[in-house]
């Protein structure tokens, strides 16, 4: 099990137990995390599950794959730090994930 903890752009944060092989955003839409849309349901389709990594995390968690990137086009307010969670698959290394929730999502 891994904890991945969700920060909203207000501050507020929800600590979350994931399994590994599943996703951030699978992780996030079970334990109903406000700002996670999932619109596509995880099929990197939409850009509704866009989150910020932060710092420390970046690189365990990956670089962002052509069609993430893609989708990305499409989210609010795109950083160096900004990721799909639909794209982000939890592992035991990913125990203590943070990451930011955009103010909204597209």
């Not at 849309?37 to 866009?50: I, K, P, S, Y």
């Not at 794959?65 to 086009?73: R, T």
């Amino acid at each position: 099990m891994a904890k991945i903890t969700f920060i909203q752009h207000n501050g507020a944060e929800q600590t979350v137990d994931a399994i590994p092989g599943m996703t951030v955003m699978e992780a996030a839409i079970k334990n109903l995390v406000p700002g996670i849309d999932a619109d596509c349901g995880g099929a990197c389709a939409c850009a509704t599950c866009h989150v910020y990594v932060e710092p420390e995390w970046r690189e365990k968690v990956g670089a962002r794959n052509p069609m993430e990137e893609d989708m990305l086009d499409f989210a609010f307010d795109v950083r160096d730090a900004s990721r799909l969670s639909c794209q982000i698959k939890v592992a035991p290394a990913l125990d203590g994930l943070r990451v930011r929730v955009p103010e909204k999502q597209f």
